[in-house]
């Protein structure tokens, strides 16, 4: 059975901390793993991912997938409070549509 | 552009009633819509592909009778909860996939609250 399971499950940090999220799976045929952030409504987009050792990157935020080990990490440097939130990862298989998501990582940061 | 809009964003229903929830691809043509639910404090739990022109499939152990799902046009899908009840309360967030892409990046619509009492 396909699964994603993400730690921590939670985790509280001050502000100008960096911090990591990590993301494992067992999926059929892995296609593509993508990140989320989820506020009060329904999740952003963060990254998709797709090729094993290659760092994405927006601001402060950066992510890379292990192809071979089966994981993904997030990083947020220099959190800030509005990096608040919980954190998603989902990750989908060929031959489908359809991903499956993590019970996610959720974030406070303490001013 | 890829915005995704749901409606409504929250409805209270008495027990036994059905409710409509529609999603909404509003720039972009969208062949596969997702329906996921999500209960506080909890993941998203995918509950049905909405695939435009055929029948919807549903994940395991979701009742394909109580929660009906209708993919008219490549833009509009519609989640029904039939005789709902308060188990059925719960936060619903449809997603469409941009038929114009070649990734498989979903756009997420803001969400239903629907609470059964």
């Known amino acids: 059975e396909d699964k994603v399971v993400q730690s921590p499950l939670s985790l509280v940090v001050h502000e100008g901390d960096t911090v990591t999220l990590n993301c494992s799976y067992e999926v059929t045929n892995f296609r593509s793993l993508l990140w989320y952030k989820q506020e009060k409504k329904a999740p952003t987009f963060l990254f998709m991912l797709t090729s094993s050792g290659i760092e994405k990157k927006s601001g402060r935020l950066s992510s890379i997938l292990d192809k071979k080990e089966l994981f993904s990490i997030l990083n947020i440097t220099a959190t800030q409070t509005g990096d608040s939130a919980v954190y998603l990862c989902a990750v989908g298989g060929s031959g489908t549509y359809k991903y499956i998501f993590g019970t996610g990582t959720r974030l406070k940061v303490l001013a | 552009g890829a915005v995704v809009s749901q409606h409504p964003s929250w409805v209270i229903c008495k027990s036994g009633t059905s409710v409509k929830i529609e999603c909404r691809s509003l720039d972009f043509q969208a062949t596969t819509m997702f329906w996921y639910r999500q209960f506080p404090k909890q993941s998203l739990m995918l509950m049905a592909t909405?695939?435009?022109?055929?029948?919807?499939?549903?994940e395991q152990g979701v009742e394909k009778d109580k929660f009906l799902i209708n993919h008219a046009s490549l833009t509009l899908s519609t989640l029904t909860v039939t005789s709902a009840h308060p188990e059925d309360s719960s936060f619903y967030i449809c997603?469409?996939?941009?038929?114009?892409?070649?990734?498989?990046?979903?756009?997420f619509g803001p969400g239903t609250r629907l609470t059964v009492t």
């Open positions: 909405s695939n435009e022109g055929s029948k919807a499939t549903y």
């Open positions: 997603s469409a996939r941009h038929t114009g892409t070649v990734n498989y990046e979903q756009y």
